[in-house]
């Protein structure tokens, strides 16, 4: 029984180990009809593959932004030398997914309450951010992050920042779809961080929503739906 399931484990890694990252970037995912989101949370593999599980979301894809270096390596990041943070680019289909839903996907992902880092991995290479692309994405995330402060779900004040979008990098190959190249390595390192416990003990049975359901709705007119703001209640009602 034994040798069966480690038969059984080796397959499983070999067949995650010839994943093919896709290749997608700005210019392709304008001719499908996709928009793009920049977010920060802490180590990068769990906010791509928190990502990629999201129902409309195309790609995610593993990177650095906020810094000074261009095309800064991993090594120098991780080592705090050029102001980046690990990052995630996520081609999303706004037909599907909103910009409010990917929110939403992100404050179960990560801790927006830690400026100085994401769980044990510490440092301003880890530190959390919204990267907004355009006006009406830096007013979505506006509100959003004064909803979820008022929410009082949290024992600190949310001080995840929201930043203008500068450039991205694309991080090194090994990197994309790591927890599906390294499945068990990754179950290890994020039981360790502690993320995923805290993000539990957060939500709890609203940790697992439909994503899909939050939008974007008058936004242009200053205006939003109680029923995207109730989601950020701890004891929402529902209408």
Known sequence: MKIMVWVGILTLLAGCSSTVVEDIGPTQAKQQGLEVATFAGGCFWCVEAGFEEIPGVKAAVSGYSGGRESNPSYRQVALGKTGHTESVQVY???????????????????????????FHDRGAQYRPAIFYHN?????????????????????KPVTIELVPFDKFYRAEAYHQDYYKKNPVRYQFYTFNSGRYQFVDEVWGEQRHVEFTQFRDDGIEDGTIRDRDMSHFEINPQVP
């Open 135 to 155: 006006e009406k994405q830096r007013r979505i995330a506006e509100r959003a992050k004064t909803a979820l402060a008022a929410s009082g779900r949290y024992d």
């Open 92 to 118: 999303y289909d706004p037909e599907i997914i909103s910009y409010s839903g990917l929110l939403q996907a992100l404050w179960r992902i990560m801790d927006p309450t830690d400026a100085g880092g994401q």
